[in-house]
């Protein structure tokens, strides 16, 4: 078993046993991968902190019920994610925000005008073409570049084999790749 995974079943153990400080731990180890695909899929940094927090606030209500089944303990948070945002959306009736960050892109003294400007119009084009994504080759993406897990971590967080992960990344990477292409013409 990974060492990772041997680490977090201890913790959760301990959590379980009412160690606040492995709560603690769990949180600081995970909370940066979590905020990360929040920001990911709603695009404003306030709302991705709140649905961190209310992740955390979660995997402790729910830490009681949880039971090693070989999937990764990260795995169950990222489908406590995935369920979170679902919901977001549902509430939002499908119609993404305005993001603050947009707001936000006066020009620092470090930057020129210029360079923010094509900053911006690149996130902003990658973001859009992740948008026309499908969305389970959206999610592929989302937690293989821009969270940073494996294939096999993917695999688990999205109970699918590792060869159908695989499939979604390659046609996702192809449609994101044939989209920009068509911009840049």
Do not use: C
Not at 143 to 161: I, P, Y
């Amino acid at each position: 078993m990974n060492k990772q995974i041997e680490d977090d079943l201890t913790l959760v153990q301990q959590a379980q046993a009412g160690n606040t400080e492995a709560v603690g731990t769990l949180f600081d180890k995970h909370y940066r991968a979590m905020f990360h695909y929040f920001y990911a899929r709603v695009r404003q940094r306030q709302q991705a902190e709140d649905l961190a927090g209310e992740l955390f606030t979660r995997m402790v209500h729910h830490l009681p019920s949880f039971e090693p089944t070989g999937v990764p303990f990260r795995a169950w948070l990222f489908r406590i994610a995935y369920n979170l945002t679902m919901d977001h959306f549902r509430v939002l009736n499908g119609k993404p925000l305005e993001p603050l960050e947009k707001a936000q892109t006066v020009a620092q003294p470090e930057q020129s005008p210029v360079r923010q400007v094509e900053r911006q119009m690149t996130s902003d084009m990658l973001l859009e073409t992740l948008e026309s994504l499908v969305p389970e080759q959206r999610q592929v993406i989302i937690l293989r570049f821009l969270v940073g897990l494996s294939l096999q971590e993917t695999a688990d967080v999205m109970e699918r084999t590792l060869s159908a992960v695989k499939a979604m990344q390659h046609r996702g990477l192809k449609t994101m790749r044939a989209t920009l292409a068509q911009v840049e013409l």
